[in-house]
């Protein structure tokens, strides 16, 4: 942005704040800013008075629309040399693509003059019929016949009369569908009143392929209104060859725009002309309108497809953290076992064992509960960490049948995107001396202590709260999703001594070269005392230590503000208030009375404003404060543990999962999440989904439908929810949304469903309690 030419970044600057209704001299402000390398997330926490104190939602924006109001200035330019190359740059024609300020009008215009393929209307022309079309455009009152038949030539290759006549009427044709006028009011037209439809395709209706799309075989809805999930369903249908799309408005919707134009008389020549402008209208104009409004359909579509995993993925981000606590993971599973793990306060790795917990002999089970209880017991564990995968419920049930000290927490944990990392790099440079099975028991712990510093980890793509994630433009979804994670990552700020380099790589004014040398320097000289002393390392330069240094945390660092979100260039602001108030910046940290002393509006000045003044005090009460909620212990329904369990009106407690445009998924803990569709969210109308409900929170619904043999179950948040007529086994029930499909299985062993204990009863449990005191 910073190479923009001076003239039209001001016009850019101008539009932008225009169209959004920022203040024009916060857009300039922003845009310096970004152009000079600064973040999104330091512009908006450390440069309020430059900005107005805009969030950083307002300044991607501007990001992003600069980056397309530049595009725009680039295909500008490429098409005036084209022309001023070949000769065809006339004033009128530049002024036109001058004022142009969308892609689609600068595309209009410049339609006539594109450099074409071999069409209709170029081989007419190289017959030599375009003064016949000229002919006829201006004579429409006229007898043709004479006309034509000077075209007549077998030199030309032009055989006869209608010939002659067919070659003119194609290169009116052609005039018609490039008319900007006329493109602009029939893109009007197609964005108001066109309908999207789809239908089998043919001999595709019986496919048991196909069946997933039966619902569009043959449907219909306005382009207008029609939602992201339906277009991209019915586009999805159409690559995999199921489903046959359309987008329509009548021929005569077209035609009435374009023939008072073309057409001004009833004479022959006239009827020569009418039937070009029909057939320009519905041969070239319209299926070129139909392409444009199946890519801005796409468009549009994807963007609220990537919106809806933007802010999904950032509230798995910032979900509630355990904490540093002693945790023992296990990794559910049946045939194979319980892949187990424990873990200090810090995540590291301290053993592993495989515990055969949910299936086998008596004996096996008795091992097992004696093993875990042994565990807990030696390694003073505080959390006990559950995969949400295959056996999940039974391996929790086992586990709850311990009776273990109520000090200790189970929680079933969200394993989504595990078994990526355990086959990872990452992984494998983490412990490259475990198979996955350990590294993806590791992973469910660590993402209960603190999930954003094991998400930070995965393909955000393979976290799974997407919505036809594969569908969508790859290179946008990309871009937004990093933008959500470096969002989230500075929101919650780093502890310098013991990130990750991933994790690292996230902050703002960091990379993953310098996240890497960050962590060689810490390795080599055994962590950093100060903020400061980030400027010695290898790469890491002044403007990287402007950007990353207030969002990274020193707990026991040399200055009291290390461990804050206050920037170290406003160090000095503070230590002035300790000195006007005579104490100690701890002392400011530590007492509320001092701090209700200091008046703000004496520091301010040119370059400290009252916002960021403000932001200071804050900190100061809370320095380094997590933004993230209080952890809290969730369980799912005792005695629910598979499908089958469900029944109409049962009401159960779940966690929200996914959200998607028609509504939301929750885990009940059946190993298969439930649809709550949009007109079940609550009592009142619900348009948007996400005004409703987040990922990872905690709801009470209440069965609508089971539907054993499609895997579907439909729930309802309403507080008196409609079951008339419901039943168990019904058909459209909710289901597991888009690509997440069913849970993944890669990893699990599934063999023989939910275990079986055997005709002993709990009596190896209390076997296994005493052996275990006995220890």
């Not at 078994?419 to 469910?444: H, K, L, M, Q, W």
């Not at 649809?675 to 348009?687: C, G």
Request: proline share 4%; aromatic share 4%.
């Amino acid at each position: 942005m910073s190479d923009v030419p001076t003239q039209a970044a001001a016009a850019h600057i101008a539009t932008i704040a225009s169209e959004t209704g920022i203040h024009v001299n916060s857009v300039a402000s922003t845009a310096k800013l970004l152009g000079e390398g600064a973040t999104v997330p330091f512009i908006s926490r450390y440069r309020k008075e430059a900005t107005g104190s805009l969030d950083e939602v307002q300044i991607q924006t501007i990001r992003d629309r600069m980056l397309q109001l530049v595009d725009l200035d680039s295909r500008r330019a490429s098409i005036l040399k084209s022309l001023e190359e070949r000769k065809l740059l006339t004033d009128d024609l530049k002024k036109k693509l001058t004022n142009a300020d969308t892609t689609a009008k600068l595309e209009d215009i410049f339609a006539p003059f594109r450099p074409k393929r071999q069409t209709r209307a170029t081989k007419a022309k190289e017959k030599g019929l375009e003064p016949l079309a000229d002919w006829l455009l201006e004579h429409q009152g006229a007898d043709p016949a004479e006309e034509a038949a000077q075209y007549v030539s077998e030199e030309k290759e032009v055989a006869t009369l209608e010939e002659a006549l067919a070659g003119a009427r194609d290169i009116i044709a052609e005039r018609v569908a490039d008319d900007a006028d006329l493109r602009g009011r029939a893109r009007r037209i197609y964005e108001e009143e066109a309908t999207v439809s789809s239908r089998v395709m043919y001999g595709k209706d019986e496919d048991k392929d196909a069946a997933k799309y039966r619902d569009y075989f043959d449907w219909s809805e306005p382009y207008a209104s029609i939602p992201s999930h339906r277009m991209l369903a019915i586009r999805r249908g159409e690559k995999e060859a199921f489903l046959i799309m359309r987008v329509e408005v009548p021929l005569d919707r077209i035609t009435s725009q374009a023939l008072p134009e073309w057409v001004n008389t009833t004479g022959a020549a006239g009827e020569q002309v009418r039937q070009a402008v029909e057939d320009g209208c519905k041969r070239l104009l319209m299926p070129s309108m139909e392409t444009e409004m199946r890519m801005a359909g796409k468009k549009s579509a994807d963007e609220t497809a990537i919106r809806v995993f933007a802010d999904n993925l950032r509230e798995l981000l910032l979900a509630s953290p355990l904490g540093r606590k002693r945790t023992l993971a296990i990794d559910p599973g049946f045939r194979t076992g319980c892949k187990t793990v424990v873990l200090d306060a810090q995540g590291s790795l301290l053993h592993h064992t495989v515990l055969h917990a949910t299936a086998g002999s008596n004996n096996q089970l008795y091992e097992a509960a004696v093993e875990l209880t042994k565990l807990i017991g030696q390694y003073k564990i505080e959390a006990i960490a559950i995969g949400n995968g295959t056996a999940s419920r039974e391996t929790e049930a086992f586990v709850r049948k311990l009776k273990l000290p109520s000090s200790i927490q189970i929680i079933v944990v969200n394993e989504s995107g595990a078994s990526i990392y355990s086959a990872s790099d990452v992984a494998r440079e983490e412990f490259p001396n475990e198979d996955v099975t350990v590294r993806g028991a590791v992973s469910i712990g660590r993402r209960l202590m603190d999930p954003l510093a094991e998400l930070v980890k995965i393909d955000p793509k393979s976290i799974g709260v997407g919505q036809y994630q594969h569908d969508v433009d790859q290179r946008q979804l990309k871009s937004a999703l990093d933008d959500t994670v470096v969002s989230a990552v500075n929101s919650v700020g780093v502890e310098l001594n013991t990130a990750s380099k991933q994790l690292l790589s996230y902050v703002s004014g960091l990379n993953a070269t310098r996240a890497e040398n960050i962590v060689a320097y810490r390795n080599e000289h055994g962590g950093f005392n100060s903020r400061a002393e980030l400027k010695k390392v290898p790469g890491l330069g002044d403007k990287a230590f402007e950007q990353a240094a207030g969002f990274l945390r020193l707990r026991d660092g040399e200055h009291p503000l290390d461990a804050s979100a206050v920037h170290p260039e406003r160090y000095a602001v503070v230590e002035r208030m300790a000195s006007d108030l005579g104490c100690a910046v701890s002392d400011l940290i530590t007492s509320n009375e001092l701090r209700k002393k200091i008046d703000l509006k004496q520091y301010v000045d040119a370059e400290v404003g009252l916002p960021t003044l403000q932001d200071i005090l804050a900190e100061l009460a809370k320095p380094g404060r997590d933004p993230r909620k209080q952890f809290e212990i969730f369980s799912f329904a005792e005695g629910v543990e598979k499908p089958s369990d469900l029944s109409p009106g049962m009401k159960l407690p779940g966690i929200v999962t996914n959200v998607a445009a028609f509504g939301a998924f929750v885990d009940v803990g059946v190993h298969q999440d439930g649809l709550v569709h949009v007109s079940q969210l609550s009592d009142n109308f619900v348009r948007d989904p996400a005004e409703v409900v987040k990922v990872g929170q905690k709801v009470q619904v209440t069965v609508m439908e089971v539907d054993i043999p499609r895997n579907r179950i439909s729930l309802s948040m309403k507080s008196k929810p409609d079951l008339e007529g419901r039943s168990s086994g019904g058909g459209g029930g909710g289901h597991r949304g888009n690509d997440r499909g069913p849970r993944p299985q890669a990893r699990r062993d599934s063999g023989g469903g939910r275990s079986q204990q055997g005709g002993g009863g709990n009596d190896w449990f209390s076997q296994a309690m005493d052996q275990a005191k006995k220890r």
